[in-house]
C-alpha cells in the first residue's frame, strides 16, 4: 500500500490535491547496510517502507540499542523519548535491499489542512493513524517484555515479524528482546 492509499482511506481528497501530495513524495532506494543517522533526519521526515526491512536503533555506552523493526508496508518509526535523548546517535540501518517513499511530515499537514478537499478531521486521522498503530504495537510490546519468559518473548518477535530471522543477525534480535547474545542462542538451540 503506498502512503497515499492510507490518506484515502481516512479522506476524499481531488486528483489536484493527490498529485499536489504525491509531488512531496520522493522514492529513494537503500542497499543492505545503508544507515541514516540523526534525529534531525527522523524528525523532519517519514518513511515508509515498500518493500524491505530496516531497524531503528541508538548507541550507547559503545553499544547499539534495537528499539524496532520496519519490514514491508510499514512505517518506520523513532520514539519521542529516544529522539531527544540519543539525537546524535539514532540511526534506521536497512536489513535488505528496501525501498523506501520518504516525505516532510509538515508539509503533508499544511498541505492537507490547506485543502478544502480534505476535512481537518480526516487529515487528524491520517496524521495520526501510524501513530496509533506504533502505540498499539508499544502497548503490546511493553506487555509482552513484562510478562512473558525469554523463550515466550523469542517466539513472539518470530510471529509478529516472520521475516525477522532472515534478515537481522542475532545481536540485533537480542537487543530488541533485552536479551544476551548468548541467551539467545541457548533459546534457539532448546538449551535454555
Not at 524491505?52 to 512505517?75: C, I, M, P, Q, Y
Not at 539514532?90 to 499537514?109: D, G, M, R, S, V
Not at 536479551?179 to 532448546?190: A, G
Request: aromatic share 10%; charged share 25%.
Amino acid at each position: 500500500m503506498h502512503p497515499i492509499d492510507h490518506i484515502k482511506s481516512f479522506a476524499r481528497m481531488t486528483p489536484e490535491i493527490e498529485a499536489s501530495l504525491r509531488s512531496l513524495m520522493k522514492e529513494q532506494s537503500y542497499k543492505k547496510g545503508d544507515i541514516i543517522r540523526g534525529a534531525i533526519n527522523l524528525i523532519n521526515y517519514s518513511y515508509y517502507i515498500k518493500r524491505g526491512a530496516a531497524r531503528v536503533f541508538v548507541t550507547s555506552g559503545g553499544k547499539e540499542h534495537t528499539l524496532s523493526f520496519s519490514f514491508d508496508d510499514e512505517f518506520i518509526i523513532a520514539t519521542q523519548q529516544s529522539l531527544k535523548d540519543d539525537p546524535d546517535t539514532i540511526a534506521i540501518q536497512f536489513l535488505e535491499p528496501t525501498e523506501t517513499i520518504y516525505f516532510p511530515h509538515h508539509k503533508i499537514k499544511d498541505n492537507l489542512n490547506d485543502s478544502t478537499a480534505v476535512e481537518t478531521t480526516s487529515s487528524l486521522l491520517f496524521l495520526n493513524a501510524a501513530l496509533l498503530r506504533y502505540t498499539s504495537f508499544l502497548e503490546e510490546r511493553i506487555y509482552i517484555m513484562q510478562t512473558l519468559n525469554a523463550t515466550q518473548r523469542y517466539n513472539w518477535v518470530i510471529k509478529r515479524h516472520p521475516r525477522i530471522l532472515e534478515t537481522a543477525p542475532a545481536t540485533q534480535i537480542a537487543s530488541y528482546l533485552g536479551l544476551t547474545k548468548e541467551t539467545l542462542y541457548r533459546i534457539r538451540n532448546n538449551r535454555y
